[in-house]
């Protein structure tokens, strides 16, 4: 492992990065949001093509030269330098916030695959919003890999105007006085790409957006994604390497071992024609993606141990099918501790901004309704819930949860195979 500091550059030849590669950042950014981005510039430093900016709400460059998976303080880029364009000439690692400042960094990093890594904490900057990484770059007919680490006054949508990005929702001219002589015709240049920096943040409990469709074809393929923040719990010492990250985070005592304990995604759904269930792992209710319900999950991770979390797929083909779906997230195992959870839920529409409903309030019971997504005549409504159900007597959480938003199903004991 090569340990780079700021100013140093090194040909990833030398690395042995020959083919694809990840480059890993972990931000320790502690309560402050911070954003991470890559930027594909060309030979003059401008982004020229918005495409080759993979953020939040972009994640893939074109032919996937360049994706994201984004984890909370984790950020890994999956790196294919042989399908970049010749026009795009380096990738630029950031890392922005609106918070606060680049001071507040605790000790974080960029590596290379496991052939490189380079250390940069607060300490390295003074009130900047953002930070200039490190970039990879052509020289000489060879890839290279620069170590930055220079502060920058502006966050993100200063950090896309730097690279001559443009962004979505900004003014048009005004129009000219009607007394103007009118202008000659020209032909018209095409319209340039612009790059949504929003998202959208349910803040509080019945916080709602109504998401309208762009075209009549619905809203394409919606991914619901539940994850959590994998770090050790504050001020708890892990006892061993499988007392850390997602176990160590979740439960008010670490786990000896990672396969005891399991936290599921779920959702209720209730159909245009009044037809209802559920899918979820508890029963093995996977739902169907090209088939009624239109919904499906993607799979159960039972030990923690997938960095992605875990996925519901909605068929928003089919959006007018769907009269409301209820998002939630189940302890099947252990013993439930959410305010250590730092759970978050994104939900993914193409050509919308992503939508975040954080699981922010404390409980210790089993289950928690997280959102509601429904169709008002045709457009998607996402309403924050975090509501916390725990079962008593003889009425289990599933159906406490049930009762109180009316779905009116059945309920049996179940488990998962």
């Given amino acids: 492992m090569t340990n780079f500091t700021r100013g140093q550059k090194g040909k990833l030849a030398d690395l042995g990065l020959n083919g694809p590669f990840a480059v890993t950042l972990d931000i320790a950014s502690g309560s402050m949001e911070v954003d991470v981005s890559c930027f594909g510039v060309d ?44 026009a ?26 496991s052939a490189a890594t380079f250390a940069f904490a607060g300490a390295d900057f003074q009130d900047e919003k953002a930070v200039i990484i490190g970039e990879l770059y052509r020289r000489d007919g060879s890839w290279r890999f620069g170590a930055v680490g220079q502060g920058f006054a502006g966050g993100l949508s200063a950090l896309l105007k730097h690279f001559g990005g443009s962004e979505a929702g900004s003014s048009s001219p005004a129009p000219a006085p009607a007394s103007a002589p009118a202008p000659v ?9 612009k ?19 762009r075209d009549s074809g619905g809203y394409g393929r919606i991914k619901v994604n539940l994850n959590w923040n994998q770090n050790a719990a504050q001020g708890q010492a892990p006892a061993s390497k499988l007392d850390t990250g997602f176990l160590g985070k979740l439960f008010a005592k670490p786990a000896g071992r990672a396969g005891g304990i399991d936290l599921d995604i779920g959702c209720l759904f209730e159909m245009s024609n009044g037809s209802k269930s559920a899918v979820q792992a508890l029963g093995n209710s996977w739902g169907a993606f090209d088939r009624p319900p239109y919904i499906h999950l993607e799979g159960d991770d039972r030990t923690g141990s997938i960095s992605s979390g875990e996925n519901i797929f909605i068929n928003g083909l089919h959006f007018d ?15 439930p501790n959410w305010a250590a959870t730092d759970g978050m839920v994104t939900i993914e529409i193409p050509g919308q901004p992503t939508v975040e409903v954080r699981l922010d309030s404390e409980s210790q019971h089993a289950m928690c309704a997280i959102a509601m ?13 975090v509501e916390y159900f725990g079962g008593q007597g003889k009425i289990t959480a599933h159906q406490a949860m049930d009762e109180r938003y009316n779905f009116g199903l059945n309920w049996k004991a179940g488990r998962k195979d």
């Fill in 43 to 86: 030979a003059s430093g401008k982004l020229s093509d918005d495409r080759y900016m993979v953020f939040y709400n972009q994640k893939s460059a074109p032919d996937n030269a360049v994706t994201v998976e984004l984890n909370g303080p984790r950020s890994v880029f999956q790196i294919d330098l042989a399908r970049l364009p010749q």
């Fill in 88 to 113: 795009i000439d380096k990738l630029v690692f950031t890392a922005a916030t609106e918070q606060g400042s680049m001071r507040a960094l605790g000790a974080s990093s960029l590596a290379l695959g």
């Fill in 185 to 193: 015709p020209t032909p018209a240049a095409p319209p340039a790409n």
């Fill in 195 to 213: 790059i949504s920096l929003s998202k959208i943040r349910l803040e509080k409990r019945g916080d709602k957006i109504s998401l309208d469709k």
């Fill in 321 to 335: 099918q769907i009269k409301r779906v209820l998002v939630y997230a189940f302890i099947y195992e252990g013993v």
């Fill in 373 to 385: 997504l429904e169709n008002q005549n045709g457009n998607l409504q996402v309403t924050k819930l």
